[in-house]
């Protein structure tokens, strides 16, 4: 794929969530831990939760408006707003302040604002290309990209987060600024003024619209089935930077990876944490493309259910062992799983979309991590009545049904391809 080829405002999303997500991912896997330690695992989950329940309306929201005003409109709003939250996060952190709460404050609003900004920018790439081989590849080489901040970013962050976190904080704003004026001015809007939706008079119009609109996606069986396996499968993606932070950090001890004469590798909680989440950017980085190519020889139906497989398999080998090796193994087919549906799912959502609803389904289906992510949280608390073993084998049952819930999907996908066929032989 020639990237010089791209539509202009995939250059410049390209360049822009590059910066964005570099300097997101600096911070993000290691806020599980300071909320655990600054405010406890109970009230920390709490507030995951209640976070995420409003980033939940939050997506959907912004898949309507994405629909109404623009999808360059609404990434230019998330944006500017993810930037405050920056800035509030910097403050929070500051020599003259130290505020777990206003830090939780600052991450809830870029969380929040966040989930305004996928659904327009998901429907921009689906508005743009139309080749759904190609569209699997620019969602791939995006996710490529957002795996090579996953590799740099926790690298980084690890040293900064708990050493210097008002520089991070405050570069990370600056960064956030230049990001959200470099889509202010870049940009072209992509939504067809056909496919437009009409304006509404009033609030209470609007929210009655869009309650209605996504009554009637959430009536399609096989998007509701697709949403539904989402969610339970998103338990395990979602526990990167929360179960399994905690668990790597309380659990696993020091050890010796890798000796040889005077030369020792060794790691602690923190090290070993950081490594594995570079490990699965790295192998991403690596191999998206490469396995997206790859995997689009497959149908669709083999590729999610054995993503579904791999993360679940993934899942056990995290809960059952004390090792540093087992954990790289078990992120491996950790990321083989994320890897084999990457492009598929966003373009599977692309394919069962109308043109004049994009926005909406793809925030209706941005569900999976949103929803998902809401009661992700839940895992801290619970691992500390249960246990991690049986947190993790639950977690497993739950990707396992998902895997089921597709099957579902796919069968219902062909009763109603030979439904169609039938009419129009009728016909």
């Known amino acids: 794929m ?87 996060l910097t403050i929070a952190n500051s020599p003259i302040l130290n505020s777990p709460w206003l830090t939780f404050l600052g991450f809830a609003i870029i969380s929040v604002t966040g989930m305004l900004y996928n659904p327009a920018s998901s429907a921009m790439v689906a508005d743009t290309v139309e080749d759904k081989d190609e569209r699997n590849l620019v969602f791939a080489v995006f996710y490529t990209m957002i795996n090579i901040n996953v590799v740099i970013g926790p690298i980084i962050g690890g040293i900064l987060f708990f050493k ?37 008079a009033s609030f209470s119009n609007v929210l009655i619209k869009q309650i209605k609109n996504y009554r009637i996606i959430f009536t399609d069986k096989v998007f509701f089935l697709f949403v539904a396996a989402g969610i339970l499968i998103s338990q395990t993606f979602t526990q990167l930077d929360l179960l399994l932070a905690v668990y790597i950090k309380e659990s696993i001890p020091a050890q010796t990876l890798f ?25 991403v980085a690596l191999f998206t493309v490469l396995i997206t190519k790859f995997a689009n020889k497959f149908n669709e139906r083999f590729l999610f259910f054995a993503s579904s497989v791999c993360y679940a398999f993934s899942m056990l080998l995290f ?29 599977f959502i692309a394919k069962i979309a109308p043109e004049s609803q994009r926005g ?35 977690i497993t049952i739950l990707a396992l049904i998902g895997a089921y819930l597709f099957e579902v999907m796919f069968k219902e996908m062909r009763k109603k391809s030979e439904a169609v066929h039938n009419d129009v032989k009728i016909v």
């Not at 790691?267 to 192998?283: D, M, Q, V």
Request: proline share 2%; hydrophobic share 55%; aromatic share 16%.
């Open 2 to 88: 020639n990237i010089l080829k791209w539509n202009f405002n995939m250059k410049v999303r390209l360049v822009a969530e590059f910066f964005f997500g570099l300097f997101f991912w600096m911070y993000l896997p290691f806020l599980a831990i300071y909320f655990a330690e600054e405010l406890g695992k109970v009230t920390a989950g709490i507030l995951l939760m209640c976070s995420q329940a409003v980033g939940v309306i939050a997506n959907l929201v912004g898949g309507y408006l994405a629909d109404t005003y623009g999808r360059k409109r609404m990434m230019v709003i998330s944006a500017f707003i993810q930037t405050g939250g920056m800035i509030l």
């Open 164 to 200: 210097a976190r008002f520089l991070l904080f405050a570069i990370s704003s600056v960064i956030f600024f230049m990001v959200s004026i470099m889509i202010l001015l870049l940009i072209k809007e992509s939504l067809p003024d056909s496919v437009r939706q009409v304006k509404e």
């Open 259 to 283: 000796s040889l004469g005077d030369f020792t590798l060794k790691t602690n909680s923190e090290t070993l944490f950081s490594w594995t989440i570079a490990e699965n950017g790295l192998i």
């Open 319 to 347: 809960g059952f062992t004390l090792s540093a090796y087992v954990i790289f193994i078990a992120m491996a087919i950790f990321t083989l799983g994320e890897i084999l549906v990457v492009g598929n799912q966003n373009s």
């Open 360 to 394: 909406q389904y793809f925030a209706a289906a941005g569900l999976r991590w949103s929803f998902g992510r809401t009661i992700a949280p839940l895992t801290i608390p619970l691992a500390g009545l249960i246990g991690y073993k049986w947190t993790f084998i639950l």
